[in-house]
């Protein structure tokens, strides 16, 4: 077991997230493989440094058994089961007493999100969130839109440096360059983030007057996203590397939009089908008719309501839902509501009543009443 590991976020270095499956973990190592290897970023030595970190994460939870041991081993060290870590950040390791050592930066690295206790560490930037309304239209049709996003962006006057054009961070004479410290407490060697530089490994004689030295400005800057066909009221949407920038050659964040969907006054949505509600006179759903349906394309198609419909009935026609390009068209799902009228003509209510006479004897009532009076009774608790 390879105590470097301890040190090393190989999720991070991969831009996944620790409970990412074998599939992802592969997907996103050869997408980063690909951007950073060495023939297509000739002379670029942070690509290169970038493409060997990749690869050592990939060899290590790329593979099933390796990545069970490292996450095991990750984890307890995290817990504090063992104070193991070679402290990899400083050459030789740290001559504490049994020559263990600490590393305070990786084990409160969590809690400062991610701070960077770990030199010039690659780190994976935030996820960001926003929010965005679609019409019902734009939601089944899938659409385009441009997202305006505030966030922390790399510097580009110093190109995400810190340091004034023309000059360079110089390496940390503290901790020569590896963002740690040692101190000995308690018969052990602890590593803690370096507070000459803060953890960089580097400081800044002339900083950027863009970033003030940070290597990062706030800007607004606008993304086109591109929301799917038949997005959900509620669907929360993830855009990989679409987030905020990484640090140190990390990979960006992702970005998450959550979307809402303005209802459509006449229609719902029930997966790839459409919904209505049509109401039916109580001589329609009796004696049968057909009915116009209103279509979301505009119009009406005729629906046969046979003899005997009851409320809440529902039919189906076909290919008349979300109206899809591949012509996979979802269907409309059509909800039979009895509209009971709220003030009869004399005329009607005479009739109604020669109708009530005429069905005396059948009482929809009778069957319930019978189940009812079989039931076993429920006596109050004594
Ligand atoms: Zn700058
Ligand atoms: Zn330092």
């Not at 023939?39 to 670029?44: E, L, M, V």
């Not at 490994?201 to 400005?217: F, H, K, L, M, Q």
């Not at 949505?269 to 009915?291: F, Y």
């Not at 076909?318 to 390009?325: D, E």
Request: with cysteine; hydrophobic share 30%; charged share 25%.
């Amino acid at each position: 077991m390879n105590q470097d590991w301890l040190e090393k976020d190989f999720y991070k270095t991969l831009g996944v997230d620790k409970s990412a499956t074998a599939d992802e973990i592969k997907k996103s190592y050869r997408t980063l493989a690909k951007q950073l290897h060495p023939d297509a970023n000739q002379g670029d030595a942070k690509a290169e440094e970038r493409f060997k970190a990749v690869s050592e994460a990939y060899d290590v939870v790329g593979n099933e058994a390796s990545r069970k041991e490292y996450d095991e081993a990750r984890e307890l060290f995290a817990r504090g089961a063992f104070p193991g870590s070679a402290g990899g950040g400083f050459p030789g390791g740290f001559p504490g007493a049994q020559g263990m050592n600490f590393d305070l930066g990786d084990l409160f690295g969590g809690m400062f999100g991610g701070g960077s206790t770990g030199g010039r560490r690659p780190q994976r930037g935030n996820d960001l969130e926003t929010r965005t309304t679609l019409s019902f239209a734009d939601s089944l049709h899938g659409i385009t839109i441009p997202l305006r996003l505030t966030g922390d962006a790399r510097c580009e006057v110093c190109h995400g440096s810190g340091a004034k054009p023309g000059t360079q961070p110089r390496t940390c004479p503290t901790c020569n360059g590896s963002g740690h410290t040692q101190r000995s407490m308690g018969g052990f060697g602890f590593s803690e983030p370096c507070r000459e530089c803060r953890g960089q490994g580097t400081v800044i004689d002339n900083p950027c007057s863009e970033c003030r030295g940070s290597g990062a400005v706030r800007t607004t800057r606008t993304v086109q996203v591109k929301i799917p066909a038949g997005v959900k009221d509620g669907a929360r949407i993830r855009l990989a590397g679409r987030g905020g920038p990484g640090a140190n050659g990390g990979p960006a964040g992702d970005l998450f939009v959550i979307v809402t969907v303005t209802p459509h006054p006449v229609f719902g949505r029930k997966d790839d089908h459409l919904t209505v509600t049509v109401p039916v006179t109580i001589d329609e759903a009796t004696l049968g008719a057909n009915i116009p349906v209103p279509v979301v394309t505009g119009g009406s198609v005729s629906l046969k309501v046979p003899a005997g419909t009851t409320h809440g009935k529902t039919f189906r026609i076909k290919g008349r839902g979300v109206p899809s390009a591949k012509g996979r068209d979802g269907d409309l799902l059509v909800t039979i509501e009895i509209a009971v009228p709220h003030k009869l003509p004399k005329a009607a209510r005479e009739a109604l009543e020669q109708y009530a006479e005429a069905m005396k004897s059948e009482n929809p009532r009778d069957e319930l009443l019978e189940r009812a009076a079989r039931a076993p009774r429920i006596e109050p608790e004594p």
